[in-house]
């Protein structure tokens, strides 16, 4: 059954529903429905505001159960509390969470049907809940292998609606005869499955556009649709904008501008990915392919220019965008990051200092621990506290919590030139550095970059083990909505809000795209950035 006839026997079955006044629901075993708010905050008198139903995947598994401050059950509560500050009453707020695309397709289309069968409600002042004053909050539920899954639940994917029933099946040419049958097997499921999913896109794909037929607003959040308009869209982090986030930090901190041919830093990229599914099947690498972009276009001149090298030589002055596969490696086995980096600093002798490292670009930090971890085991010393004195990790602890004292002598920036480094150790005529002080300056704990910001990676942040990570600006980004949704339930324009901007969505030009910076976390912005906004406690901070 081709797509277009499929789409148009959905719309026929809706219509027909809606025409006959039937009242579906969904149903309660494919989703879990629940309406959250904070009731500590203040409800606006307004009621003319409308009503929001909010659609999110449920929370991702990360592969060891640590837990990235970018999870969907973290940014509800707070997009909820938003809407209630703004004006919505709190029973005009849904939010519903499903585990798959199938579910949540489902859910969509039994509430919009149930919302049009002639069921007309109101809010508490008596003011009738029309379709023109309801808007949708859609996260699509997108599939993510192990590795993406460690960057947090809202890195931004596209869903296409093509039925796309190679997926899983890859490796089926190369099987030989004496596997025909069990790969047969496999196929048949690998074709089942993927034959669901397009369904799901394509009845997800009609309920929203039956939605906004009727007047219904829809705001897709992260994960666009291929080919489908929303009314707006919620971009939140994507490949490319967590690999150029850590590149950045990494090359003020570092001052690679200041950097020299003679002296230059030395730095690792980490680029982990999944080669293949469980069940053998290639899995589409296009996220660190584009993570690997974002890093270059901040570091490809530095290495181009030779200011930057890295020890393990995967990446030279001859290095272009395209050599991405020469820093990945297959993260699906474990140990994989600490044998991948234990072969990059090979040192040349069981006698030699560790090899020199200035910088390691980690992606994410289920990836940043391993390589802390690492770094121990292989003789590294110290924290991002001794390398860059602007990080005072004193300072940070005393304003957090005025007791605890982890004070730290300043030091200068161990790797300096030679006639500009003031460092304590002797040297020589031709101004080389003493042996013994040049092995100290070797196993010098270098920066080490993630993403996610995990609440068990907070500590090693505190500590300076693990330099940076990062964390999508929630509370910003759930007032940002609150109006947004305000504004299409009123009838007033998005375009003039500051955080809003036309775009490419889906393949369709000039959408209105909501977008908050990500927020960069080290010791020296922590407190105003994790506990302040209440992220975070103390005691998540092992403090």
Known sequence: MGFAHRSATVITAIAVACAMALSLTACASDTDKQSETDSSKTTLTSSSVGAAAIFTPSDGITLNQQTPLNKWAKLTPELTGALVDYGFKKKNITHTTSDSLDKQSRAIQDFVVDHLSGKASSDDSGIALTPDNMTLLVAPVVKADESTRQYGDYVSQELST????????????SDDSANSADSSDEDDSNDSSSATQAQAVQRLVSSLKLAQESGMHVVLMANSIEGYKPDAFVQFSDARTIGHLQAEKLAVKLELDKASKDNPKHIEVMLP?????????????TFAKEAFLGIWQVLGTYYQKGVIVSPS???????????????????????ATARVLAKRLEKLSSSA????IDGIIAM???????????????????????????ITISGIVGNITGKKDLARQQVPDPIKSPENDESNGSQNVDGSNDSTDTKVKDAQWPLVTGYGAYISSIPSVVNGKQWMTGIENRQTLATDLAEMCGRLNTGKSISSMASV???EVGGIKKIPTLNEPVVAVSASNLKATLIDPGYITLADAGL
């Open 162 to 173: 093509e039925d796309d029933t190679s997926e899983g099946s890859a490796n089926a040419d």
């Open 273 to 285: 990915y999944i080669s293949a599914d469980e069940n053998g099947a290639s899995v589409d690498a």
């Open 313 to 335: 030589g995967t990446l030279t002055s001859s290095s272009t965008e395209d050599d991405w596969m020469s820093v990945a490696y297959d993260v699906s086995k474990d140990g």
């Open 353 to 356: 200092a560790p090899t020199r």
């Open 364 to 390: 994410n930090d289920y990836i940043a621990s391993e390589v802390v971890k690492e770094l121990n085991d292989l003789g590294y010393d110290g924290s991002a506290a001794d390398i860059n004195p602007q």
């Open 501 to 503: 901007r036309d775009t």
